[in-house]
């Protein structure tokens, strides 16, 4: 999406601990919207685009590896990412879809080895759910926007630190009563 003259452009970066067992339990980063946002003075957001950068501050040019699992053994394994942009904090990663109210947008990143590691044949595939322009005008908000982020089975990066970059594009705005109702509105489980 090009950038509207009063766009702003929101950038943060978040740290999550990768276990021995290569799993992150669902934890939330916040970007601070403080600066943007405030009801009492019926100032929001409208945000356009969201995008996310898995990092691993490990590897020598600092990119997420292409293949999550290490591959030392025979049969199938996986490997998942789940990362999104919320306004609200779900308790269960597996009640995030991208028709759970507030939910703005998902990624999921999901590896899998099919056969011995010796004949493997491995599938990646990146699943986008939502869409990068989030609306011409713009998905409101009135608050901080959480990051969610979840992994299974990483092995790949076990007991590591690992990064996950955020870009938001958003355009400062005066809030109405409607659009308050419409946040409401959409707040509300289908």
């Not at 986008?128 to 005008?137: A, E, Q, V």
């Amino acid at each position: 999406m090009a950038k509207g003259s009063s766009d702003v452009i929101l950038r943060d970066r978040l740290q999550f601990e990768i276990d021995p067992l290569g799993n992150t339990s669902l934890v939330y980063g916040r970007v601070d919207m403080s600066d943007y946002v405030n009801i009492v003075e019926n100032r929001g957001l409208a945000i356009k685009e969201i995008r996310f950068q898995p990092r691993a501050p490990t590897s020598a040019l600092g990119d997420w590896p292409q293949w999550m699992i290490d591959f030392t053994t025979a049969g199938a394994e996986s490997a998942n990412l789940k990362i999104f942009a919320t306004t609200t904090a779900y308790e269960n990663v597996a009640d995030v879809g991208i028709g759970s109210p507030n939910v703005l947008c998902i990624l999921n990143r999901q590896c899998t080895q099919l056969l011995p590691a010796s004949s493997s044949s491995n599938v990646t595939e990146w699943s986008w759910y939502g869409t990068p322009d989030l609306h011409p005008d713009g998905y409101d908000v009135v608050t901080d926007l959480l990051i969610g982020v979840s992994a299974n089975g990483v092995t790949r990066l076990p007991a590591t630190t690992v990064e996950l970059d955020i870009m938001i594009i958003a355009e400062p705005k005066k809030i109405t009563q409607r659009d308050m109702t419409q946040m409401l509105t959409q707040a509300q489980d289908l």
